[in-house]
């Protein structure tokens, strides 16, 4: 049975380029567990546009940036869209934990999917008492 993971977009962004990334080897385990069916991976749809932005200010030129972010829209993430009963629980999260809504939202997906949030950043998700919160 596939475990389902939340990733965010620290994790995301290392998949398609290395460039100033650190924990290389752990986020390519996470795609390689992914390959070999033991992971379904799940991110807000937020997770595009934070990409987006972080390839942006990469230093890469027009080309690199625009294949990076080609070769992330070819991998299979579950984009889940931000609805109404989710939007509320972001906003719990945020305001109990004193974290933006952008940060709420991957730990408000984790809970609703029951899966473990895997970033590479959790300052703010370690904020939220009882959480599982994986660091590549």
Do not use: C
């Amino acid at each position: 049975m596939k475990k389902a993971v939340v990733v965010d977009s620290s994790v995301a962004v290392k998949w398609v380029n290395s460039r100033d990334e650190k924990y290389l080897p752990q986020s390519d385990k996470i795609l390689r567990d992914f390959q070999n069916d033991k992971l379904e991976i799940f991110a807000p749809e937020l997770v595009k546009y934070e990409v987006g932005n972080a390839l942006l200010y990469k230093g890469m030129d027009r080309v690199q940036t625009e294949n990076s972010f080609s070769a992330f829209y070819n991998i299979p993430v579950n984009y889940i869209p931000l609805d109404p009963e989710l939007a509320y629980e972001t906003i719990m999260i945020a305001r109990e934990a004193q974290i933006t809504f952008y940060d709420a939202a991957f730990l408000s997906l984790a809970r609703k999917l029951k899966a473990k949030l895997i970033t590479d950043n959790p300052k703010h998700q370690k904020k939220v008492k009882g959480w599982k919160v994986k660091v590549v």
